[in-house]
């Protein structure tokens, strides 16, 4: 399996322009997780998924932030509309058991 | 609401050197808790988890001590290479999960 696929691996928008970010889980995992990293607050949980169903998305800063997962190979996270404070990487994972894999992640730069 | 410290931020050896990271977490009632290592502009890697019920786990040059009952973790790395320079994270899985730490930045010199 080529691991948890993300893309893009780099985003540069411009503030109250729409972003989405992809996922492509581990084949057979039940579990996707959706993280940011900033220098402020490291790793925060926004949001995760079991079986394509959202359990926990008390991490999602906003209403401006959206996650779907309309099946098992694939998620997205969407902000409308971005703003600077926005900026960070944000990481997708997958599980089956207790270890979580992590993508590469997507930076995201909003001007 | 868990919280999960690490000490140093920062750590700089001599390649050779054995060396311990810290990560403590404020709820014992953990699952699991796992030690994961990042590159630069990289994801993360697992590499080792305890259970609960565990004391430790080895692999390798690495190995990690759990006690749970005090909140405490260690991460040991023996003989440090300029390959293992990276940041170090340690993360407790409550439920489905987890909270991380912010990391020990660790830097091996030749």
């Known amino acids: 399996d080529a691991g948890v696929i993300q893309s893009p691996r780099h985003e540069v928008t411009e503030m109250g322009q729409e972003v989405t970010l992809r996922c492509k889980p581990i084949?057979?995992?039940?579990?996707l997780f959706w993280y940011r990293q900033t220098m402020m607050r490291g790793l925060e949980l926004l949001i995760y998924f079991n079986n394509n169903v959202p359990i926990d998305d008390s991490g999602m800063p906003e209403d401006r932030f959206s996650a779907k997962m309309p099946n098992a190979s694939f998620s997205t996270l969407k902000i409308q509309p971005s703003e600077p404070r926005d900026s960070a990487v944000y990481f997708c994972?997958?599980?089956?058991?207790?270890?979580?894999?992590f993508g590469a992640g997507t930076r995201l730069s909003v001007l | 609401k868990q919280e999960v410290t690490q000490i140093p931020a920062a750590l700089s050896v001599p390649e050779g050197e054995n060396l311990v990271l810290n990560c403590s977490f404020t709820?014992?009632?953990?699952?699991?808790l796992q030690w994961f290592r990042q590159d630069p502009g990289k994801g993360l890697t697992s590499l080792l988890l305890i259970q609960s019920s565990q004391r430790e786990q080895t692999s390798g040059r690495l190995n990690a001590s759990l006690d749970k009952s005090s909140g405490r973790s260690t991460l040991y790395i023996a003989a440090s290479q300029p390959g293992d320079s990276a940041t170090y994270l340690c993360?407790?899985?409550?439920?489905?999960?987890?909270?991380f730490g912010e990391g020990t930045q660790l830097t091996v010199n030749p």
């Open positions: 993360a407790v899985t409550s439920g489905s999960r987890l909270t």
């Open positions: 084949s057979g995992h039940d579990y």
């Open positions: 709820d014992s009632a953990i699952y699991n």
């Open positions: 994972a997958s599980s089956l058991s207790n270890i979580q894999y």
